[in-house]
DNA sequence: TTCCAGGCGTATC
DNA sequence: GATACGCATGGA
């Protein structure tokens, strides 16, 4: 991978990604757009690093950031070394995924961090993002930082009512404690088959198959993880009422991305 | 006011 | 196993 040490900075030239398809698209939670005239930019943090990100067409800056953290850590949090032109190319075997891959081509799947991703798509159900935005970021700034488990398994439904995260502060406190008791471990479960993954994840309250998906994909990066929401269900009732086309087998979750992000900002996909 | 949001637990059949 | 309903909160 070939960058730019300029100062502080790391400078890259990156095809197939695009800031707000990547960092806007309710995957991640944490990210928040910078209001810039010429150019698109977003501050975030990962595992408690944050970082500042700018683009102008295919080049990317990575402000305050030092060669060693791009190549740890930032690198694979972006999914750099994945090729995602060869991703499209197979998806758009389909008319209407190739028609999603157009529009929102620069989406790329985040390899975040399995116990943040637990408790974000917990608190997304039933809920929309820019409230999961917000009860998140309570969390963040009560505690200083994203909380650990044994940071919430202390917490009562009473003193995380803070949050204002209604009925799911139960299932948050149920999740934080079976993970600091390490009954839910993270390493474990994303070596597991798939299915037994989807089974112990479940043994939380509050985890139903939809979050289970959430955590396996954008969680674990178990890109034949897919998550069917409300607008998910849409599509497959309206496109693929027989499932998936066989270009999407082991990518069904990039696959998903694309539909939903698509599905959410226009108003319909073309007639298959 | 009512409906809805990246669903799930529970009751009931 | 399927289906119906309530659930905290806040924006449209």
């Known amino acids: 991978m070939t960058y730019k040490v300029n100062n502080n900075n790391i400078e890259i030239i990156l095809p197939?990604?695009?800031?707000?398809?990547?960092?806007?698209?309710?995957?991640?939670?944490?990210?928040?757009?910078?209001?810039?005239?010429?150019?698109?930019?977003?501050?975030?943090?990962?595992?408690?690093?944050?970082?500042?990100?700018?683009?102008?067409?295919?080049?990317?800056?990575?402000?305050?950031?030092s060669a060693e953290d791009f190549e740890k850590i930032w690198i694979k949090y972006f999914d750099l070394e994945t090729d995602y032109g060869k991703i499209k190319i197979k998806l758009s075997e389909d008319d209407v995924l190739s028609k999603a891959c157009e529009y929102a081509g620069g989406i790329r799947l985040?390899?975040?961090?399995?116990?943040?991703?637990?408790?974000?798509?917990?608190?997304?159900?039933?809920?929309?993002?820019?409230?999961?935005?917000?009860?998140?970021?309570?969390?963040?700034?009560?505690?200083?930082?994203?909380?650990?488990?044994?940071?919430?398994?202390?917490?009562?439904p009473e003193s995380l009512s803070f949050l204002r995260a209604g009925f799911r502060a139960k299932y948050i406190i149920d999740a934080a404690r079976k993970t600091a008791s390490g009954e839910i471990n993270a390493d474990s479960i994303k070596n597991m088959d798939i299915d037994d993954a989807r089974k112990k994840l479940m043994t939380i309250k509050g985890v139903g198959p939809k979050v289970a998906e959430c955590v396996l994909l954008f969680g674990a990066h178990r890109t034949e993880a897919f998550p069917i929401d409300v607008w998910i269900k849409r599509v497959m009732e309206k496109y693929y009422p027989d499932g998936l086309p066989q270009c999407a087998k082991n990518i069904e979750g990039i696959a998903q991305q694309y539909l939903f992000h698509y599905i959410r900002t226009c108003d319909s996909l073309p007639e298959k």
């Open 16 to 65: 197939d990604f695009d800031l707000d398809d990547t960092l806007d698209c309710g995957q991640a939670f944490r990210w928040e757009k910078i209001e810039s005239e010429h150019q698109s930019a977003y501050k975030g943090m990962f595992l408690e690093r944050s970082l500042t990100i700018s683009q102008d067409g295919d080049k990317f800056i990575f402000y305050n950031t």
């Open 110 to 156: 985040l390899n975040q961090d399995f116990w943040e991703c637990l408790i974000s798509f917990i608190i997304s159900q039933n809920n929309n993002i820019p409230r999961i935005k917000g009860i998140i970021s309570r969390l963040c700034e009560h505690y200083d930082h994203f909380p650990q488990a044994s940071d919430l398994a202390s917490e009562t």
